[in-house]
């Protein structure tokens, strides 16, 4: 059909091997006149025998083989050879094969292990550090997830009946998210006045600004400011509670330089308790989930199931039981297991509402900044609730009940 086509003529195009080749490939494939004069020849010697009796020859045999070698070469040659004679660019992707898939996946693991190690011992470092050191990160988290969250209700896969703020309304949130929470600290904990002043600038500047208002305008607005703002403060106020950590043995042998007995206070072991089981149900939740997951946990997220909550759990457990055999604090091992416990529920509710606000507006990551983990909220979303729930536990329950 090529010979037919082109007049016997090679075109690269159409077979995408060098032309040597190619025209080695066209001969053997259509030898039927070499075929019949072989054929007319041999029945001139032997006019009785007939093709069915004598089987092919050994010319046809020869002939066959060649094409059955020269076409699966054809087959495995690769697109930088058929680009080579067809004079069409290949991409990198294109002529590395399948090392490059692999080779991305091994380096968004790397990248994956090296940010995280990077916020780990940045975090840390945080925590222990306290005061406007700590209040400054939070400062960056608010703000950072502000951004994010706009990024959800304004993208193009929201839903038709949404329709965002206009974007002062996005910069004022984002504004007052940070003051809220340095008005936090500066306060020693007292934020609840700031988020109705807040709240009433929101929604007054909307009415003034904005024609014809919607009731999604004024939600979204009002829901950044809490869920992006008020929220994370409750780390401020977890961080800031001064009541001396007195069961703890690591304080007796802390260096003077760095703070001496009084820089172990509860809030600094419960900050740290809080974000290690949070990491723990995380961790725990995805390894059992991958090897053991079988029964889906919830609709909003197909992929999380009832055998890697139960790991989260268990793994929350684990370590919020070391804090109190180890550090001595909280005072008693009940206390430390229902704290892991409401740590893992909080930090699983967290991750469901950011799903669903992600399936809403159709994006698969809050944003690209951190390499190998996707957005801000991607990372922290876990972190939203923990926080204010330790926090209540610690400040109105455990003295309720005299723990």
Not at 14 to 30: D, K, V
Not at 108 to 122: C, Q
Not at 150 to 176: D, N, Q, R
């Amino acid at each position: 059909m090529t010979a037919s086509v082109l007049g016997g003529q090679h075109h690269p195009l159409l077979c995408p091997l060098s032309h040597h080749r190619s025209s080695q490939c066209i001969a053997a494939t259509f030898q039927p006149q070499k075929l019949s004069v072989q054929r007319q020849q041999l029945a001139r010697v032997s006019p009785d025998i007939t093709r069915s009796q004598r089987g092919p020859s050994n010319f046809e045999q020869t002939a066959v083989q060649q094409q059955k070698s020269l076409c699966s070469r054809r087959r495995v040659v690769s697109p930088a050879a058929i680009s080579a004679d067809a004079g069409i660019p290949v991409v990198a992707s294109q002529q590395a094969g399948a090392e490059p898939v692999q080779s991305r996946g091994l380096g968004s693991l790397t990248s994956r292990i090296l940010s995280g190690s990077v916020l780990g011992l940045s975090g840390g470092l945080i925590i222990l550090a306290g005061g406007w050191v700590f209040t400054a990160a939070t400062c960056l988290v608010a703000y950072q997830a502000t951004q994010e969250f706009y990024g959800f209700i304004t993208s193009k896969g929201i839903s038709a009946g949404m329709e965002p703020p206009p974007p002062a309304v996005s910069v004022l949130t984002s504004l007052m998210c940070v003051c809220l929470s340095v008005w936090t600290y500066a306060s020693n904990g007292r934020s609840t006045a700031a988020l109705a002043v807040s709240s009433f600038a929101l929604l007054s500047l909307q009415l003034l600004t904005v024609p014809k208002l919607k009731f999604s305008q004024l939600a979204s607005s009002v829901f950044g400011l809490f869920y992006c703002g008020y929220l994370p403060s409750f780390w401020i106020k977890l961080r800031v509670l001064s009541a001396p950590a007195v069961n703890s043995s690591v304080v007796h042998g802390w260096p003077v330089l760095l703070g001496g007995l009084t820089h172990w206070t509860v809030g600094l072991i419960a900050t740290f308790m809080t974000v290690a089981c949070t990491i723990a149900a995380d961790t725990g939740a995805y390894a059992f989930g991958k090897t053991l997951g079988r029964t889906q946990l919830i609709s909003i997220s197909p992929k999380k199931t009832v055998e890697g909550a139960v790991g989260g759990l268990a793994c929350s457990t684990v370590v919020a039981l070391a804090f109190w055999r180890f550090l001595r604090w909280p005072a008693q091992a009940g206390v430390a297991v229902g704290l892991a416990v409401l740590i893992f529920l909080a930090s699983l509710c967290g991750d469901l509402i950011e799903s669903v606000m992600k399936r809403e507006a159709g994006l698969k990551d809050s944003s690209d900044l951190i390499p190998g983990h996707g957005g801000l909220l991607d990372r922290f979303d876990s972190y939203i609730f923990t926080g204010a729930i330790v926090y209540f536990i610690l400040k109105f329950v455990t003295p309720l009940f005299g723990l």
